[in-house]
């Protein structure tokens, strides 16, 4: 409501420019979004009416996954149909996100020279919260300002991760070989929301008992298909080889075409507005919260340093007080 | 409310039992709160009153770590000083939780065989949420029914096991020589919530490289101490030759000492009660949410898919109508 003539640019001003595809626009957008400062609402909600036309695919493994330079072959793959791509990268030992190996981040420079191609690595501050929402809004930007496929790369492990992955239209989820079985327990969890396998590093010999792994666990899960139901493929890649990366590209666009033709993209689209509403209603909480220590926070805070009521009915009375 | 003589035993029928000690009604108000029962709050109420006697300590560092190894031999180390052990195991690649290698279980076993030990590992549903209040509820039942030291284990990655270490008194993080440079950095988060390093497998002849990068590192983060300030410390253990056992046990007491009477314990008392509390106002919400999808919801969802709001907004509107 309040247009801001004191600002020098309010957010609202840097959305006709990012819309228009203006980078330096669509990068301070970002910034902006990713600060949560409560004036950027106005021009995300704006924007958000034309979101909903890119198509969202989190790419998913553990650190040592070769995820980084994968999804960077797979985004060039991808600029070959002239597509745009943006990259949201969520994964704090990423190269994306400046953490990683100079080799690597030389690798991810080429790339972002190429102006089809965004490149955004979320800060993540790990213990204030709000990773899923800030990810979330930094791919509605990238969608509403026209890029066609929008990548999330993410550790795979922890909740927050996992809640990113969920909100996507295609999770790709790579597995390595001759990563150490306890490391590959971590994901566990995260096998089971594939919608594709990788099993990267392909020249290596011990490729074939990953694939081998990941084929049998898939016939473990096998249930009698709906005549429409998606077949979750196992693709082998290797980077260095330069193979398996069109096949992938292929996989990835005949998910999303299952998707819409079997009406699963409808139900996908409910559970991440299910998921985003919760979401953004339990960092609003926490924001609410933390800024505004009142005197009834204070007072159930005393309450609960003196053990005089438990931290489940002290939530219920904030909540009702909120 | 509510008294229910229709239901066999409620779970206020099991505190007298497990205040007096005994293991299966401890186990089964461990399970009746990790199921997060209305019902179950009555007693988890009343036995909160019980709590803060116990010293919680955080465990953590990533698989293949020896973090689970280090753990029992800690407990062991513990018990012979007459006290008593309680272990809730996070990490879903633990033994405690049955998760992993057979030698590390039947280690385990040997430790569950004494009755001053109890282990309990929660189920890592990960997806649904509620890991970090179900671990504080499992704390709460030990801490109450006599366990004076209740050791927590996680693995250290995401936001959940993050929320978890930061609600115990002493954190304690591990760091293994020889894991990959890219596996550390996702614990870089971490290591700055430690109170006390742990260098573990130091019979390994690459140790000392990762006890003087840790050392190093505390030495970058130096910033001169107040009068009372804890000094976080380095210690080199070795589970197979049984080394620095001890002086972790020790460091810990230390700590715990050092805790109460430089007047932290207090501070940490409330930055633990201020988690709890938005925690389990999030769950409610969350609970809520998933259990009763009124018109109010249904009509933002249904706003928020043809993208006529903005999630950030429904979510004010949702929190409003709560």
Known sequence: ??????????????????????????????????????????????????????HVVGITG?????????????????RRSGRRVGIVAVDPTSPFSGGAILGDRIRMNELAADPGVFVRSMATRGIMGGLARNTLDAVDILDATGYDVVLIETVGVGQDEI????????????????????????????LEIADIHVVSKCERPDANRAISDLTNM??????????????????????EKGEGLSLLQEKIDEHSSFLKESGTLLERRKRIAEQRLLKEAEELLRDRFLSHPEDHVQDLLSQLLRREIHPHHAARQLIDNC
Do not use: C
Not at 62 to 78: N, Q
């Open 218 to 239: 898939l016939k473990m899960n096998w249930t009698p298909p709906e005549p429409s139901a998606w077949q979750i493929p196992v693709v082998a890649t290797s980077a």
């Open 62 to 78: 553990v650190p040592g996954s070769g995820k980084s330079t994968l999804l960077a072959k797979l985004a060039r793959e991808i």
């Open 163 to 190: 809640e990113v992955v969920q909100a996507v239209h295609t999770t790709v989820v790579i597995s390595a070989p001759g990563l150490g079985d306890d490391i590959q327990a971590v994901k566990a969890g995260v």
């Open 1 to 54: 409501m309040s247009s801001s003539a004191n600002v020098p640019v309010s957010s609202l001003d840097l959305l006709e420019p990012a819309m228009a595809g203006r980078l330096p626009a669509i990068a301070r957008l970002l910034t902006r979004a990713e600060s949560g400062a409560e004036e950027v609402y106005e021009a995300l909600s704006e924007l958000y009416r034309h979101t909903g036309k890119a």
